[in-house]
């Protein structure tokens, strides 16, 4: 089964070995995501509701590169420093996924690679269908298509399409 990545472009994905999403047929599995502010640094810190939206609006990018959205998880995993902080999260993730509730696991950790980070998140996405094939680009002889009606041809029929008079 074919393979999709997406990536971020973060040094840590080269250093640590690993994509920020990976499709795989109708699934979607999405790393921890930090709520970066894309410059090395944490986007603001101290607010654990303003880095939950931070880190959905990095999933969501990373989801319809691959041909998914929100509304197409179907589980989220939360990381949090501090639990005591837990409503601020859930309040984010509630407005996020209202909708459409995915299964939801939220657990206290010790600690993120970044002081300033107070939560972590990653989803699973289940899409209705897999993304469609690359097109074939049609193929040419002296600057006009050939339109076989099966490719590549079988019978001498499909043969002559296109062909030469």
């Keep these: 089964m074919a393979r999709q990545r997406a990536f971020s472009g973060t040094p840590w994905e080269e250093q640590v070995g690993y994509c920020r ?3 795989v ?7 921890g995501t930090s709520p970066s502010d894309g410059q090395g640094g944490t986007f603001a810190p101290g607010n654990a509701y303003a880095q939950t939206q931070r880190c959905f609006e990095i999933i969501q990018q990373a989801l319809v590169e691959l041909g998914a959205d929100l509304s197409d998880v179907v589980r989220t995993r939360i990381y949090v420093t501090d639990m005591s902080r837990w409503e601020e999260v859930a309040r984010a993730h509630q407005e996020r ?7 939801n696991t939220m657990v206290e950790i010790s600690a993120l690679i970044n002081p300033d980070m107070l939560v972590e998140i990653e989803v699973e996405a289940l899409c209705e269908a897999a993304p469609a094939p ?4 049609q193929g040419m ?17 499909d043969l002559d399409e296109g062909g030469l008079d």
């Design 21 to 23: 999403a990976l499709r």
């Design 25 to 31: 047929g109708q699934q979607v599995f999405v790393s």
């Design 97 to 103: 996924f209202a909708d459409h509730p995915p299964c």
């Design 134 to 137: 690359p097109s074939r680009p």
């Design 141 to 157: 002889i002296l600057g006009r298509p050939i339109q076989p009606t099966a490719f590549p041809p079988m019978t001498g029929t």
